[in-house]
């Protein structure tokens, strides 16, 4: 995508700012995709800064605010939320307002969040280069079905200048990518993964931890969902799937691990029960650490039947721990997973999801070369692939400042004055997207 070009600004010579709403564990995956982000960037002696808010969720994370706080040689600074809705934070926006100026590169995490209007106003104020990662929320299920007036009247009024006035919009799968560009065409974009750090094949990890706590699950066949409880998961699905499946396969097991909404949750229990599954389904909830990686070592396979993905950081967690997946093809990197034979593709169809289950657990050697391949995938992932691809895009940004290629601060916020060409854009078509 890059050429051979080489470019003058070595990493230790910058200065990244990651701007993101929040970096609580219980946000899934764009908290833990920073986080990985900035440890490898770091690790290549980038200096990198984290600034976020204290939420947590209905709670509030107990840190110390507008302070750094170094971790894993990252310096996070944390703002009061006054506004759980749209994360709004008036102390983040005016620290960003006098701090901008000292970075090379700002990478924004969110859109249709206070932080990301705040970040984009004032690198645009500061011409300061900035990229945007949407976190998915660009994709047709996510403008049809949350809030979609709102998102409508949002996107003409801001994140449509945001994206325009980005110097790269960043997307992690092709899928993403696709989906964003029938609502904003024309924007300057790469494609690049999320990192995820995963363990090795000769790591075997140890199940013990968590069939203590589950002891019903000795011996039998484990079929395991692990991410955020939400509508958009279809988790519907998966117990409609997997109640059939367990008429022929009578051992199968289905631990469901995350948390959610209460009222959503209680949904899921009722269906679960309607289905005659109450004996048969393990509702773990949130899992982290050692518990998370327990649960990978129980379970023979993993399946995120998702109605919308942009990318799917469990899933490529899960394929690290041997694990065979079935995914929807909604999900962000499924193209990925057929390529490389790591797992099923599935439609976002119960039906499709108890063939997809039965077919896995009835051919063992089937399971085995789906375990192979879906470790040799997950690698491809790593904290260290995606920081090299990284760090292309920000030497890249930081010459083009440091040449007067760019003068971001006289666009404030013009569409006229965008070209949309660039060797940074990415060739392959958008296909079959619906």
Known sequence: MYGSRSYNRQPEQLKVLHIIPSVSYLRGGPSVAVRAMARGLVNHGVAVDIVTTDDNGSSRLEVPLGQP????????????????????????????ATHV?????????????????????????????????????????????RRPLMKQLSLRAIERRILMNAAVAHFTSEQEKCEAELVAPGIRS???????????????????????LHPDLAGRRVILFLSRLDPKKGLDLLLNGYAR??????????????????????RLRDQAQQLGLQRDVVWAGFLHGEEKRAVFAAADIFVLPSYSENFGIAVVEA??????V??????????????????????????????????????????????????????????EAVTARLLQVYTRLADEISGGKRALGERQYSHDSYSGHSDLETPEACDSIR
């Open 69 to 96: 706080i170094v971790e894993d040689r990252v310096t996070y600074r944390y703002f009061r939320r006054q506004i759980g809705f749209y994360t709004v934070s008036w102390p983040l926006s005016r620290w960003l």
């Open 101 to 145: 100026e000292e970075y090379d590169v700002l990478h924004i995490h969110a859109l249709f969040s206070f932080t990301a209007t705040a970040g984009a106003f004032w690198a645009a104020r500061r011409s300061v280069p900035y990229l945007v990662r949407p976190l998915g929320v660009l994709n047709a299920w996510g403008i049809r079905n």
């Open 190 to 212: 790469v494609v690049i993964p999320n990192p995820v750090a995963g363990v090795g094949a000769d790591e075997k990890q140890s199940p013990e931890l968590f069939l203590a």
């Open 245 to 266: 499946t367990r008429a022929a396969i009578p051992n199968a097991a289905l631990v469901i691990a995350g948390n959610g909404e209460d009222s959503f949750l209680a």
């Open 319 to 324: 394929m690290a721990n041997g694990l065979p």
């Open 326 to 383: 079935i995914v929807s093809d909604q999900v962000g990197i499924h193209r990925e997973i057929t390529r490389a034979g790591a797992g099923l593709v599935v439609r976002c169809d119960a039906t499709d999801v108890q063939q997809a289950l039965i077919r896995i657990l009835n051919r063992e050697s089937l399971q085995k070369r789906l375990s192979r391949n879906a470790r040799r995938l997950a690698a491809e992932f790593s904290p």
